[in-house]
C-alpha cells in the first residue's frame, strides 16, 4: 500500500512539474536558441572583427532577406545594409525587453490569480505571438515578427518567475530542491529542442522559418490542455487566500495520501508567522533590513549567472566556436552539442542537490567555470602555435557549460523561492527577473565589443565574475537543505539581526489576500 501510494504522488507530482515546465521554461529556452543574435567573427589578432551571418539555420539569414524583400516591395528601393541589421537587432533585442516587462507583471499575476492560472492565463501571450509569427510572410510585415518576439519575451518572463515559485511551493521539503531544479532541466531541453528544430535539414531552411517561429504554439497548447487537471500550490491557497479545505485537498493529490496533517501544521505555522503582513513591494525589499542578506544574495549571484558568460556562447554560439577554430560546416553540430551539455548536467544536479546542498553545487560550479575559462582562454592565444590547441579551445568550452550546469543553472533560480517568505516571494522573484532580463540584454549587446576590443581575451572579465560567484557562496549563503520555509525564515533572521535570538512576532489575525504593486 506505502509503495502504491509513492507511486501515486510521484505521478501527480511528476505531471505538475511537466505541465509547468513545457510551457514555462522550456519555452523560453526554445525561443532563446531558435533565434541567435548577430554575431562577430575575429580574423585574426589585431584585425577588426565584423559582424558575420550565423548560416548554419534561419536566423539571421532569412529574416534578414525576409525585410529586406518587405522594404522593396513597399518602397521599390532596398534597404541599406546597416538598416537591415538594425531591424534584426531589434527583432533579437525586443526578447528581453519583453522578458523585463513579464518579470514585472509576475508579482501581480502570482498574487491575483494565483500561480497556476497565471501560468494558464500567460499562454494568451503565447497564442497571439504564433498567430503573428505565422501570418507574417503572407502579410509581408516584419514588424508582426518584432511584435511577436516582444510577446513571447513577456510570456518568458511571467513563466520563469512563477513556474519555480509554483513548483517549490508545492513540492515536500525534502525534494523541494529536486523539483525546483527541473526549471533548468526545462529550459536545457528547451535549447536543445530549438537547436536541433532550427538545423537546415529541418525547419531552418528558407520558406519554414514562420513555422519554425510560430511553433512556439506547440508547448503552450500542452499547458492548457494539463495544467487545469493539477492543483494549485498548497501554500497560496492557505497563507494567501486562507483556504484550509481546498489546501488540504491539494496536498493530498499532491502527495498521494490523506496523511498529510503534519505538513498542514507546518503551513499553520508559516501562516500565524505571516499574519498582519502583506505582501511585499519590490521597493520594499530592499529597505527592510529583515530581508538584507536574502536580497544581497539574490543580486549578487543573479547577476553572476547572467554575467559568467554562458549565455554569450548561446548567443554568439556560431563565432565563439569559429574562434575556436571548429570547421564552419561543423559549427551547426557543435552548437546542439552546448545544449545537451547543460541538459545532461540539470539532470545530474536533480539527482544530487538534496545530497550535497545548494552551496557546494554553486561553489563547485564557478570554481570549474573559473578553471576552464582560464584554460579557454590560454587555448585561444596559443592556436596558431599548436595544431591541436583549436580542439582544446572547443574542450573547454563543452566543460564550461557543464560546469554551469552543475550548479548556476539551476541553483540560483531556487534562491528566491527559499530565502524569502511567502510575502515577500512574489516581489523577490519580480526583482530576480527584472535583473535577469537586464544583465541578458546588456551580455547580449556588449559582448561583440568585448571580442572586438579584447580579441582573445574576451572571457577574462566573465572569469571575474565566476570568482566572485564562488567567494559569495563560500562565505555569505546559508545552506537550506531540508528546512522548511519557517527554519530558513528563521535562520535568515538571526543572520539580519545577530544580537536577537527569534524572529519576529506578529498579531494581527488577518491572511494575506492581496497587495498593491
Not at 508579482?107 to 500561480?115: D, E, H, S, V, Y
Request: hydrophobic share 45%; net charge neutral; glycine share 10%.
Amino acid at each position: 500500500m506505502r509503495r502504491l501510494q509513492g507511486l501515486i504522488q510521484g505521478r501527480v507530482l511528476f505531471l505538475t512539474i511537466c505541465a509547468a515546465g513545457i510551457g514555462g521554461t522550456f519555452q523560453f529556452g526554445y525561443n532563446l536558441s531558435i533565434i541567435n543574435a548577430p554575431t562577430v567573427r575575429q580574423n585574426s589578432v589585431g584585425e577588426k572583427a565584423y559582424p558575420v551571418e550565423a548560416d548554419w539555420h534561419l536566423c539571421p539569414q532569412h529574416i534578414q532577406e525576409f525585410t529586406n524583400e518587405t522594404w522593396w516591395v513597399r518602397t521599390g528601393w532596398p534597404l541599406p545594409d546597416h538598416l537591415v541589421l538594425l531591424v534584426w537587432s531589434l527583432i533579437v533585442s525586443l526578447y528581453p525587453l519583453g522578458g523585463l516587462l513579464g518579470a514585472l507583471l509576475a508579482g501581480p499575476f502570482a498574487i491575483m490569480l494565483g500561480r497556476k492560472k497565471s501560468l494558464l492565463v500567460n499562454n494568451i501571450f503565447v497564442v497571439a505571438a504564433a498567430i503573428l509569427f505565422g501570418s507574417s510572410r503572407r502579410a509581408g510585415s516584419f514588424e508582426m515578427i518584432m511584435l511577436g518576439r516582444l510577446l513571447m519575451g513577456i510570456s518568458a518572463g511571467v513563466s520563469m518567475n512563477i513556474q519555480p515559485m509554483y513548483l517549490g511551493e508545492s513540492a515536500p521539503k525534502e525534494l523541494r530542491g529536486t523539483v525546483a531544479m527541473t526549471s533548468a532541466i526545462f529550459t536545457a531541453l528547451g535549447i536543445v529542442m530549438g537547436q536541433v528544430v532550427s538545423l537546415r535539414e529541418l525547419l531552418g531552411g528558407p520558406q519554414a522559418w514562420p513555422l519554425l517561429l510560430a511553433s512556439c504554439l506547440v508547448p503552450g497548447v500542452l499547458q492548457l490542455a494539463s495544467l487545469p487537471l493539477l492543483p494549485e500550490s498548497p501554500r497560496y491557497l492557505l497563507i494567501d487566500c486562507g483556504d484550509r479545505a481546498t489546501c488540504l485537498a491539494a496536498l493530498q493529490r499532491l502527495r498521494g495520501t490523506t496523511e498529510v496533517m503534519v505538513e498542514l501544521a507546518e503551513l499553520e505555522e508559516e501562516r500565524a508567522a505571516c499574519r498582519g503582513r502583506r505582501a511585499r513591494r519590490p521597493w520594499e525589499l530592499f529597505k527592510d533590513g529583515t530581508f538584507r542578506r536574502q536580497v544581497i544574495s539574490l543580486v549578487v549571484l543573479g547577476s553572476a549567472m547572467e554575467l559568467c558568460g554562458n549565455d554569450s556562447i548561446y548567443a554568439y554560439a556560431s563565432s565563439v566556436f569559429r574562434e575556436a577554430g571548429v570547421p564552419e560546416d561543423k559549427v551547426q553540430y557543435a552548437i546542439v552539442g552546448t545544449g545537451c551539455c547543460e541538459l545532461l548536467t540539470a539532470f545530474i544536479s536533480c539527482v544530487v542537490i538534496e545530497r550535497v546542498g545548494r552551496r557546494v553545487l554553486l561553489m563547485g560550479g564557478y570554481s570549474l567555470m573559473t578553471c576552464w575559462g582560464s584554460v579557454f582562454t590560454a587555448a585561444l592565444c596559443l592556436q596558431s602555435s599548436f595544431p591541436w590547441m583549436p580542439y582544446l579551445a572547443m574542450s573547454c568550452i563543452f566543460a564550461f557549460i557543464l560546469s554551469f550546469g552543475i550548479g548556476p543553472a539551476g541553483v540560483t533560480g531556487i534562491l528566491a523561492t527559499e530565502l524569502f517568505d511567502q510575502t515577500a516571494r512574489p516581489a523577490a522573484y519580480m526583482v530576480c527577473g527584472a535583473l535577469m532580463w537586464t544583465m541578458l540584454f546588456l551580455v547580449w549587446l556588449g559582448f561583440p565589443f568585448l571580442m572586438e576590443g579584447l580579441s582573445h581575451f574576451f572571457y577574462v572579465p566573465f572569469l571575474g565574475v565566476c570568482v566572485c560567484g564562488a567567494i559569495y557562496t563560500g562565505f555569505f549563503l546559508p545552506e537550506t537543505k531540508g528546512k522548511t520555509f519557517l527554519e530558513i525564515s528563521e535562520e535568515l533572521h538571526r543572520l539580519n539581526f545577530p544580537g536577537q535570538s527569534q524572529g519576529p512576532m506578529w498579531r494581527s489575525p488577518e491572511v494575506i489576500r492581496s497587495t498593491e504593486l
